[in-house]
């Protein structure tokens, strides 16, 4: 009876202590659920849910290695000094670029709400040409003027930074002369003849009429020399139809600057599936731009109107080979008597990068001649160069 009552006794106080020892144990609480990145499929690939919201976000980019040979007129090559003797002498132009894209979208109460941002950073030299000048006064080194070409970082560019609900867009962007109607060609260098001014601020509103029919009416702020001078903005407008096998549209720019008035108009055509042409003409009043009373004057380039002379003509197109590779073609000429040509052949290694070969030529008819425009920085009547590009888009 001692031993069985022992027993019994210690199996009493073990189970009290387990108890008391159950009583201090920690806890440990319910995982709560993960909350995964939901796909976005609203606005097109690449599309997701900003965790606990309802706006989209899409993150992009590229990164770019680009290898120009040949004459700075074509915007393709480089010079630099000697470090023996001096001279001037050809080199490479090379740059390398990153760039940085972002685009939201969120569908609200008044229209679609979307933003689009794009920074670009860029290492490298500089497409020109160097020079040495020394003042006329060889022994005092102290105000000699060089221009020199060393590789270095370009500092940070803002391209795009635009907020956009529905028709209306303010903000950072290019300029909707350039934008609506369409660039020139799927060259490297398109504007060997310029069509017009890109960078500035907007105020724009954007109009689909529907059956192919839209237009767009853009407050504009310049850029650099450009830039407005007053509270009065530069204007553009244009009106675009657009059908199965292409379109046409035209826009008109008023430079408040300089009061002259710009426009172009362009025909883009899909003959067949893999061939797609496009020609375009520009034509703009250039008084103002060309008169040398001006306080500032324009020296016959304003902001819409930057080819030489009153009108210009670009054309060009893209042949599809297959789905690697396609050939693209522009040529270019204006009143100045300036031709450029661009032919470049560029081919999807893999998808995603895509390696470009582009040859350029300039002829500047007025070379040489009083009241010349150097646009390329040509340093002869003819300049032909070309460009190895490599880009990994992502």
């Known amino acids: 009876m001692n031993i069985k009552s022992l027993l019994l006794g210690s199996a009493a106080a073990l189970v009290a202590?387990?108890?008391?020892?159950?009583?201090?144990?920690?806890?440990?609480?319910?995982?709560?659920?993960?909350?995964?990145?939901?796909?976005?499929?609203?606005?097109?690939?690449?599309?997701?849910?900003?965790?606990?919201?309802?706006?989209?976000?899409?993150?992009?980019?590229?990164?770019?290695?680009?290898?120009?040979?040949?004459?700075?007129?074509?915007?393709?090559?480089?010079?630099?000094?000697?470090?023996?003797?001096?001279?001037?002498?050809?080199?490479?132009?090379?740059n390398a670029r990153f760039t940085l894209k972002t685009w939201t979208g969120q569908e609200t109460e008044l229209g679609t709400l979307k933003t689009y941002t794009e920074t670009r950073f860029n290492y490298g030299n500089n497409n020109r040409t160097v020079s040495f000048d020394d003042n006329d006064t060889p022994d005092d080194p102290t105000d000699d003027i060089i221009v020199n070409n060393p590789a270095g970082n370009k500092g940070v560019s803002l391209n795009f930074a635009w907020i956009q609900l529905g028709g209306l867009r303010v903000g950072k962007d290019e300029s909707a002369f350039d934008t609506f109607i369409g660039y020139a060609g799927n060259v490297i260098q398109d504007t060997l003849v310029p069509y017009g001014g890109f960078d500035t601020n907007v105020v724009q509103y954007y109009f689909d009429a529907g059956n192919g029919f839209s237009a767009v009416v853009s407050l504009e702020q310049g850029y650099g020399d450009f830039t407005?001078?007053?509270?009065?903005?530069?204007?553009?407008?244009?009106?675009?139809?657009?059908?199965?096998?292409?379109?046409?549209?035209?826009?008109?720019?008023?430079?408040?600057?300089?009061?002259?008035?710009?426009?172009?108009?362009?025909?883009?055509?899909?003959?067949?599936?893999?061939?797609?042409?496009?020609?375009?003409?520009?034509?703009?009043?250039?008084?103002?731009?060309?008169?040398?009373?001006?306080?500032?004057?324009?020296?016959?380039?304003?902001?819409?109107?930057?080819?030489?002379?009153?009108?210009?003509?670009?054309?060009?197109g893209t042949y599809t080979f297959n789905e690697k590779t396609s050939f693209n073609l522009q040529a270019s000429y204006d009143e100045g008597e300036n031709l450029g040509i661009a032919a470049n052949v560029a081919y999807d290694i893999v998808p995603g990068l895509t390696i470009t070969a582009e040859v350029d030529y300039v002829h500047a008819g007025e070379f040489g001649e009083a009241g010349f425009d150097n646009w390329t920085n040509a340093d002869d009547e003819d300049s032909l160069g070309g460009m190895l590009r490599f880009q990994r888009s992502f």
């Open 17 to 94: 202590v387990s108890g008391a020892r159950a009583a201090d144990a920690v806890v440990v609480a319910e995982p709560e659920p993960a909350e995964y990145v939901r796909i976005c499929d609203v606005y097109g690939a690449g599309y997701f849910y900003i965790p606990g919201t309802e706006t989209c976000l899409r993150i992009g980019g590229y990164v770019r290695y680009d290898i120009g040979v040949g004459d700075v007129g074509s915007f393709d090559g480089a010079t630099n000094f000697d470090h023996e003797d001096g001279d001037v002498q050809d080199t490479y132009y090379k």
């Open 228 to 316: 407005i001078d007053s509270y009065v903005p530069h204007v553009v407008g244009g009106v675009k139809w657009t059908q199965g096998w292409g379109a046409i549209t035209g826009v008109i720019a008023y430079d408040s600057n300089y009061e002259e008035v710009s426009g172009k108009v362009r025909l883009d055509i899909t003959p067949m599936e893999n061939l797609s042409l496009f020609i375009m003409a520009g034509y703009g009043t250039d008084d103002n731009l060309t008169d040398p009373t001006w306080a500032i004057p324009a020296g016959g380039r304003g902001m819409y109107k930057l080819w030489s002379g009153n009108w210009a003509v670009w054309g060009g």
